[in-house]
């Protein structure tokens, strides 16, 4: 059997992480997995993309592929439109994010049936589209993202060494992409109220002097770090290394930083939307997490305190970690896709 993935570009970020590990997992039951780009380079212009869209419709015209797996937007609606067999699509991005006319087109294209399946990630995300019309909402299923959880590969000290951030100071970590989903600037404008911490942003993106003009107005700039893109390997060895996790996203789909976070045993403050709320839920009233709302600074500047303040028990983080590992198991994922490859279906979503 044989899987063509289409992703927008390589960047690294939670899209890249599913389509590798999928990749890898269906190659290991068989399944030849090839994967393409829709753009070359992510700052493709307007015609550059047009001409890249249909490039691609053209080769999803004669692919002979026996599935197609797309991840973002337009990938998706060009599967819909010129794939010819099993086609997988996956909503990456919520209704409300999406731009007016490609979230008419993937309307459009699902209501007329020409997804095989349609992917969310979270409940959060299916009940997106509940309001949309039946034909759409008979193809979605619910596949949860698995991970791995991050096993760190070096000490606290060596890994703060390596990446230049103080050795005996608290350490605020935050993963993604420098943009406004992100909202890293919430947290710069929370640091002068947390004395002595260092933030460290691990992730590439646009933002970065803006995040850095923003610390030298809130006189914090000694105190930020920009590492830029990061190695998922050394990704796990700053989880280790960092004293809190923030996660003060806007929106998200899943939240991907976050539950790996959770699985490393790091403590978390993210933000209190409710995707965060879902894949962030425990069982025990005193799991090592905090919400505060996206846009609140002065909420920020508690949470973050307070969880410096009080740090949870190492006892609380494990089971916390193990809980989260359970539920996102990885293997649970890729049986999953593997069923819907051997033409088995998947529960229907109770909407």
């Not at 599935?67 to 998706?76: E, K, N």
């Not at 703060?160 to 951030?165: A, K």
């Not at 930083?257 to 490393?264: H, K, L, N, P, Q």
Request: proline residues 5%; aromatic residues 6%.
């Amino acid at each position: 059997m044989r899987v063509l993935q289409i992703l927008h570009t390589d960047e690294l970020g939670g899209v890249k992480t599913l389509a590798d590990m999928i990749a890898e997992d269906l190659g290991r039951r068989g399944v030849t997995v090839d994967t393409v780009l829709l753009f070359d380079r992510p700052d493709f212009g307007r015609a550059e993309k047009i001409k890249a869209a249909v490039a691609m419709a053209r080769r999803l015209a004669q692919d002979d592929h026996d599935a197609i797996f797309a991840y973002q937007a337009t990938a998706c609606i060009l599967t819909g439109l010129f794939g010819r067999k099993l086609r997988i699509v996956h909503q990456t991005c919520t209704p409300g994010e999406t731009q007016a006319l490609v979230r008419l087109a993937d309307r459009l294209v699902g209501t007329a049936g020409r997804y095989s399946v349609n992917v969310a990630n979270t409940m959060f995300t299916l009940n997106e589209f509940r309001g949309y019309p039946e034909g759409y909402r008979t193809d979605m299923r619910l596949i949860e993202h698995g991970l791995d959880a991050p096993r760190a590969a070096s000490g606290r000290e060596e890994t703060r060494r390596r990446f230049g951030l103080p050795e005996g100071a608290p350490l605020i970590l935050n993963v993604g992409r420098m943009a406004a989903q992100k909202n890293q600037s919430v947290l710069i404008e929370a640091l002068p109220a947390v004395p002595d911490a260092t933030l460290a942003i691990a992730g590439h993106g646009g933002d970065g002097d803006m995040l850095t003009a923003l610390a030298q107005r809130h006189g914090v700039a000694d105190r930020l770090r920009l590492l830029g893109g990061v190695a998922a390997a050394d990704v796990a060895d700053l989880y280790a290394a960092a004293d809190l996790f923030a996660f003060p996203s806007v929106w998200e789909t899943f939240g991907l930083a976050g539950v790996e976070a959770a699985m490393s045993g790091a403590p978390i403050v993210a933000s209190d939307i409710a995707v965060l709320r879902e894949v962030l839920a425990s069982e025990e009233p005193d799991a090592p997490v905090a919400f505060a709302p996206p846009h609140d600074v002065d909420a920020w500047r508690r949470a973050l305190a307070q969880a410096l303040a009080t740090p949870a028990s190492a006892e609380r983080r494990a089971a916390f970690a193990d809980e989260v590992s359970r539920r996102y198991a990885r293997e649970r994922m890729s049986a999953q896709y593997m069923e819907l490859l051997e033409g088995r279906d998947l529960p229907a979503p109770p909407w």
